[in-house]
């Protein structure tokens, strides 16, 4: 994946955009194992909707066109928010 001098990178392959997805499908998962009810809210009305008309293909591979650009955009910000480095704290509170 390519880092651009600005903004969130974009997947570089098909593979990495299906991991991607992925990611947040894992993601939603983790919501419902919670048993958070708020949590589980958010995510189901946030991506749910969206999560369930992506189709899979025969041979295991996401069939792209049922992919929206909510589901686009989320996952590929979840995975630039994975790679972030973690807030500096101690200079905020300076």
Do not use: C
Request: charged fraction near 30%.
């Amino acid at each position: 994946m390519m880092k651009p001098e600005t903004g969130m990178p974009t997947p570089s392959t098909r593979k990495e955009f299906e991991q991607n997805v992925g990611v947040l499908y894992e993601d939603m998962l983790k919501a419902f194992d919670s048993k958070n009810r708020d949590l589980i809210r958010n995510k189901v009305w946030s991506t749910g909707q969206h999560l369930e008309k992506v189709k899979v293909l025969p041979n295991g591979r996401l069939h792209l066109s049922t992919i929206d650009e909510r589901i686009r955009l989320q996952s590929n910000m979840m995975d630039w928010m994975k790679r972030m480095p973690p807030p500096d704290i101690s200079s905020e509170s300076s």
